[in-house]
Every structure is written in structure tokens, then in C-alpha cells.
């Protein structure tokens, strides 16, 4: 069925490393039977454990792909896709129930639970090797899909929360440009008022020098005309004052004439 998938290079490429795997647990295994040092088959054991860890990170990314080359394959494709994930997913659990009987023979305490990469001393790790000894193989394939499920749907969730966290930046982005905008008029505004203030101030100092000579020249003239009716006055009440001058263009003061007649006979 392998070889009649329709898959593009990246998903062909990890098929045929998980393909490479599963020869080398197979071989690996055939080779554990004829291993009589119980060290020896402990440590090809855990050699076998990190090949199926490896196999089930490759399988994961295997699903991750084909995930996202639904939408270009056909439904056919896509099935078929999915049934040889699951028949991977099955052959990968028949090696670590083979494991399983291989540690329970070897009477080994210290498994390690491959699938989630936990240390042989963490009692978590202890519990869910005795929680997958008690699945069938079809419960530890459901439990898998489930698991791969709930990592792409928390990646999705990731996804979607850079997205908004980047349409919150662009739109603070736009908000900020508008608002410098905003202040650089605001600046352009508030020079040309204090220029506007500044040709004020000089026209009101040149108008009040312009006010201020002006009121001089008109008390300067008032008083020569005080001076003026002054003099006039004076003459008119006392015209033979020698001490004071005629004034220029002004009429000496008539004289009294006497009318003289002459008496006859």
C-alpha cells in the first residue's frame, strides 16, 4: 500500500525514515532473541526504546504534514494518508508491547515509558507504562490520534493568539501615526500663532511711537498758540509796553487821533 501513495517529497521522505525505523526495531528485536547476557539484551533494549521515540516523533510529523496537505489531495488521497498513519501508529505499539514482554521477562524495574520521554526514576513515568500495559492496541492508536490532536489544536491556538497580538500592534501602529500627525500640526499651529503674536507686538510698539510724536507735535503746537494769544492779549491791553515786540505780520495798534477844526467868525 506504501508504495501506491500519492505523497509529495517532504511527506515521502518522512514515511521513508519511519519505513527505516521500523526495519531497524524489527531487525533489533530479531537480534535481542539471540542475546543471552541479560545486560546485553538491557541495553539493546534501550537502544530499541529510543529508535521507537524517535519513530513516534517521525510518525507525528508525518501527521502534521498531511494535515496540511489536505485542502491540494483528493478525499482518496487523504484516506489513504490517514489509514497508513494508523497502520504505522499500530505497528509502533505492536513493538512496544513486544518491549513490554521482552522488560517483564528480563524482570527489569526501571522502564521507561518511550512515548513521552520521561526518566525510569519519575513515578509518572512508571504509572503510565502500567496504564498502556492494561490498553489494547486500538485504545493506545485512539489515545495517540487524541494526544496529536490536542498539540495541533494548542499550536492553532498559538497561532491565532500571534495573529491578534500582531493586528493589536498594527493597529496601535496606525493610532500612533495619527496622533504624531496630529501633534505636528498642532506645532505647526502654535508656530505660526507666535509669529502671528510677534508682528502684533511689533505693530503695536511702532503705533505707539507713531501716537507718542504725534501728541508732541500737537502739545508743541498749543503752546506756541497759548504764546501766540498771549502776546496778542497783552498788546491789546497795553499797547505802549515797549518791552514787548510786535509780533511779526500783526498790525501796530492804531494811534488816537484827534479831529481838529477851526472855528470862523
Do not use: W
Not at 485542502?71 to 513493538?95: A, C, F, H, W
Not at 507504562?129 to 499550536?155: H, R
Not at 508682528?199 to 507713531?210: F, H
Amino acid at each position: 500500500m506504501a508504495t501506491n501513495l500519492q505523497m509529495n517529497p517532504e511527506v515521502e521522505q518522512i514515511h521513508g525514515q519511519i519505513r527505516d525505523h521500523f526495519r531497524a526495531l524489527a531487525n533489533g528485536f530479531q537480534k535481542l532473541d539471540k542475546i543471552k547476557d541479560s545486560n546485553r539484551q538491557s541495553n539493546q533494549l534501550e537502544e530499541l526504546t529510543g529508535k521507537m521515540r524517535e519513530c513516534k516523533g517521525l510518525i507525528k510529523e508525518f501527521d502534521r504534514e498531511i494535515k496540511d496537505e489536505e485542502g491540494r489531495n483528493t478525499p482518496e488521497v487523504n484516506k489513504q494518508l490517514n489509514d497508513e498513519k494508523q497502520s504505522m501508529i499500530k505497528e509502533l505499539n505492536s513493538y512496544v508491547a513486544l518491549r513490554k514482554t521482552y522488560m517483564s521477562t528480563l524482570g527489569n524495574k526501571k522502564a521507561e515509558l518511550f512515548d513521552t520521554g520521561a526518566g525510569p526514576s519519575e513515578p509518572m513515568a512508571e504509572e503510565n507504562v502500567q496504564l498502556a500495559s492494561k490498553m489494547s492496541n486500538q485504545e493506545l492508536i485512539n489515545t495517540g490520534i487524541n494526544t496529536m490532536d490536542e498539540t495541533d489544536q494548542a499550536i492553532e491556538r498559538s497561532k491565532q493568539v500571534v495573529h491578534q497580538t500582531i493586528e493589536v500592534g498594527t493597529q496601535t501602529a496606525t493610532t500612533l501615526k495619527g496622533q504624531t500627525d496630529q501633534m505636528g500640526r498642532i506645532v505647526n499651529e502654535l508656530d505660526s500663532i507666535q509669529f502671528s503674536i510677534k508682528k502684533a507686538s511689533q505693530l503695536v510698539k511702532e503705533i505707539g511711537r507713531k501716537v507718542a510724536t504725534d501728541k508732541c507735535i500737537m502739545l508743541f503746537l498749543f503752546l506756541i498758540v497759548c504764546g501766540v494769544i498771549a502776546i496778542i492779549v497783552v498788546k491789546i491791553v497795553n499797547p505802549h509796553n515797549k518791552d514787548i515786540r510786535d509780533i511779526p505780520g500783526l498790525a501796530p495798534p492804531v494811534p488816537t487821533r484827534r479831529l481838529l477844526y477851526v472855528r470862523t467868525g
